[in-house]
């Protein structure tokens, strides 16, 4: 299959070099991701939150 030890070793250090990338991809999304989510909750709580106060202030209006 190989015809010289240099192409196999370049093969080898090619796959090992893609593995690693891949590793260190998925490990720097990791770490990356959790503050992403909790920006997105901190955005979903404040809109919540708004919405309540909306509402609030329509019953309250209704009431009138």
Known sequence: MCDNSYSCHGTGV??????????????????????????IKRAAHKAAKRVNEAVDHLAEAMDM
């Open 14 to 39: 090619f796959l090992m070099g893609a593995v690693a990338g891949m590793a260190a991809g998925a490990a720097l999304s990791a770490a990356i991701a959790p503050s992403s989510t909790r920006q």
